[in-house]
């Protein structure tokens, strides 16, 4: 007799594949993405593709510089762009990508193109790096663990790297960025005496440096199910 897998096993194997591969579901026995939607469109709308993973967005600010740094978390994109410049360095975040008119008028601001607009709305992006001349944009996978569900969650983080500003997308709140923040306030390290290229390297530095941690996790839960599986090979 095949060995079959108990119901727990194939529900955590299925939110597993979505979380690798994107949101999905089924529909008469054919795997549906969300990128349907933009189906017949033309190239350059802005439309938001991917899971709304949280109700309102965040935005935070630091401006920094050799002499200090200043973290402002405005209520408005309005409110955020308002901020007058008085460090060399500005790094913008934003938590939340569904809130489609913030993403269009960062890219309003910025000079940031229509195109490079709709890759940060569309969640399901393959990792890469396009260079536009005034803005370089980057787009990777960030990996955490939900300790409450037992499972690893993965989002998409894109960023734009300008000449004196970087600015950060991500599909929800919480990060892997909190050293990054504690160095700027705290002018430990290089951070605060580099321009924007740097901030740029540690951000994907500490995005990458995670995928060991998730690594480890994955090793451990493998020894515990190569345990289970010699205890109970059904």
Same mark, same amino acid.
């Given at each position: ?11 955590? @194997? ?21 990128? @349907? ?7 350059? @709308? ?189």
């Amino acid at each position: 007799m095949k060995p079959r897998l108990r119901t727990g096993k194939v529900a955590e @194997t299925r939110t597993f594949f979505k979380s690798l591969y994107g949101v999905f579901h089924m529909e008469n026995g054919r795997l549906i993405t969300t990128r @349907t939607k933009k189906a017949g469109l033309p190239p350059g @709308t802005l439309m938001h593709v991917g899971e709304r993973r949280v109700e309102e967005a965040l935005i935070t600010r630091f401006d920094y510089g050799p002499d200090g740094a200043l973290e402002t978390v405005p209520a408005t994109i309005e409110e955020c762009l308002a901020i007058k410049r008085g460090f060399p360095v500005t790094w913008i975040n934003v938590d939340g990508l569904h809130q489609v008119d913030i993403i269009e008028k960062i890219g309003t601001f910025y000079a940031v193109d229509a195109l490079s607009q709709e890759d940060i709305l569309t969640a399901e992006q393959r990792p890469k790096m396009e260079d536009y001349g005034n803005y370089i944009l980057i787009i990777l996978k960030m990996l955490s663990f939900e300790a409450d569900q037992d499972r690893v969650k993965t989002e998409q983080v894109s960023l734009i790297l300008g000449a004196d500003f970087v600015i950060s997308f991500q599909e929800s709140r919480g990060d892997v960025f909190g050293t990054i923040r504690k160095r700027l306030l705290s002018g430990k390290g290089r951070i605060r005496k580099k321009g924007s290229d740097y901030l740029a390297y540690a951000l994907l530095d500490a995005i990458v440096d995670n995928y060991f941690v998730m690594l480890e996790r994955f090793g451990e839960r493998l020894e515990e199910l190569e345990e289970e599986l010699a205890n109970n090979p059904r």
